[in-house]
């Protein structure tokens, strides 16, 4: 008999997806989550927080390069950054590909997640042995505390709303991400799928918040299958530098030697197009 993994779209949903599991690789209880690592039989790894995917090896890259790339691409000068969460390393694997970044620090709450992805995902945790890179096994909220006019680029890699990471979408830390910033500072949130009534009120609300504390706030929407509904969005917000007067050619010029697999010059502009259902449940004319 086959052994499936299923994520309904949401509790009460009657649709979903499914992964063929060939084995269970751990299972684990940390001090703030259950962890399970699969091997999945056409999907590589897949990697589950509270029975929620976080990745599978074959898909990751649309998340990973779509919160990473569109901000730091927006940035004229970018040397300083900080992610929030991320253990697996697929955000820091993308932020390490550019040489003009001097340091990174990555604050993630789970030590836990960090040492399986080690194990299972060694492709994305190598890029911790990168010098520029230090890694904080902490609370993302508490470290932000005492940090003012500090980061270039805060990227939130965050699980969701309804998680240990309930805090990370509050006002308050919306604020304290704003004054970490330096002055031509841009943030970085996963903003969850946009076509998905439990994500509504949290993208107003964010999306007002975000509005009323920075000069450009986009919303970048990009095809995510291992999500629910397989469409995704980040939200960036920027202090000065707007993302739809990037320069294309220089995107091109920098993202040459990247290997990527999704994004380009062409989906830097095509993804901050906002599609109508969007316009209208943020009020946007
Ligand atoms: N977007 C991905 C998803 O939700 O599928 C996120 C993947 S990444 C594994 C999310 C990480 O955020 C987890 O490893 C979790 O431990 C971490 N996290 C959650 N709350 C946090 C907090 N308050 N401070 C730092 N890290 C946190």
Redesign the pocket.
Known sequence: MKKLFMELTSPSSNCGKIYEIEEILESVKSP??QIDFYKTKDYGIL?T?DN????TEKEEFF?HEM?VHPAIQTHKNPQKVLI?????C??LTHVIKYPEIKHIDM????KL??EL?KKYLPHLTKSLEDKRVTLYI??????LKNKKNEYDIIII????PD??????FSGNFYKEVYDALADSGISVY?SEPPFHPLYDEMQINVYKILKSLYNHVNFVFFPEP??PTGYFTTLIASKKYNPLEVNKEKIREKINNFNLNYYNEEIHFASLAIPEFMKKKLNIN
């Open positions: 703030f989550q990697f927080l929620i995917v976080q990745l998340y919160i929030i969460g991320g253990g697996d697929g955000t604050v993630e709450i789970d997640v960090v992805s902490e609370d993302g909220f508490k470290f890699d965050s699980t969701d998680t240990i990471a309930k805090e990370l996963q291992m999500y």
